[in-house]
């Protein structure tokens, strides 16, 4: 929605919906990029000194090289080969000039080893997936020449305690 | 797709796009808004006259004042306090000049209070979380003074009963 | 991102804004689709060459015909009858000219029939759902005189088997 005094050209106009399908498909590519460990294709997609903070749980890594080692590493590769889905809902996204910012909500999935198999009708057989997390996510993000990076990102649990709901209020603004 | 007869200015096409992305952030701010009980927030998306219908198993709030006091209720905080995540798919979405509607899939997730931890190498430690309920939303739309506001919101638990499938083939229109 | 060389008209990108947002539609719908078994629908939204490849635990049916006969089937209806979603997440899609593709998240849920019922409070008694499949996806599109159809999609779960992550690949493109 246009505001007062904020009259923009159509070439503008466009602009921002360019950033914003831009800004879509760099969340799409995220689990993707998780989930078969593209460390080259993560350090693309970050700045220089970007930071990835995942709460005091975890390692927080500072700048594109240390990220992406986060792909790389055998333990990460250990989950691949077990078997892991990150899934990522519909974000919410807000352009700003130069920068832009996103709230998301997360899953990870990890396909069950052991129990009975469960078939549906022309669905196949399975043990499931259970859900082993859910996360509030805030993506940061600025143009630069080679299109919009990921300047930060900050995840926390949804597990009921209250850093995931500060991030998820992001999303509430007028 | 342009329909036959149906030219339009460019600068119609952009509003109309506009209008998608918009309805787009006000589907995904939905979540953060249930998750962390934005009454504030829920009473300015939806219009004075609007209804929020959960089925017979719920009451039915009518107006964007008794719609936002289901945020507020000491009910919902305590689903808040015990952890819960709204997680929105892919929206199909339809827009008709100054009203529009959406298709959407919506999961509830809470995490599990009991059960063994289990570990995901570089995913940490978790119980887990499991799906309460997952349901078939048709949301109406119109454009207003202050943007798009939901004028209708029905939803459905897709549990195998025919009400859900009604919902959903709202998004097969050709 | 425009590319050096790749001037386009504002009008060129209008078009390649709306081919993006038809193309969400057209994944959007498909959750409706097969959780309703619109077969009709099915039909038209398909090419007449199209294939669609399950990997080697389905039939893998060619041309739109057999596509959608895939969701009249009383097999298909029985699951149905018996409940099952599927849930669609944030696709990563790319355009070029008359063609697109698409990677996608796809999660299978159904209702759990045993088990206790669990109380989520202001949000209802349910014995839950489980996520039987979560597959990875690809979607090829061509641009046809009635809009954009699907030619081929493949899909292969996310167990921690190579092939869905040969799929997920393809959302890592520079």
Partial sequence: MAEAGDVKTLEQRVRIIEDRLEIYNLIASHPPSADTGASDYTASVWTEDSVFDRGAEFARPTGRTAIAAGSSSLEHHRAIEQGIAHFAGLPYVKISGDTAFAITYLQILVPDRVGPLFDVPNHGSSRGFHVHRVS??????????????????????LDGSAPAREILRGALEP
């Fill in 136 to 157: 509030a996510n805030r993506w940061d993000f600025a143009r630069t020449m080679e299109g919009w990076k990921i300047t930060r990102r900050t995840l926390r649990p």
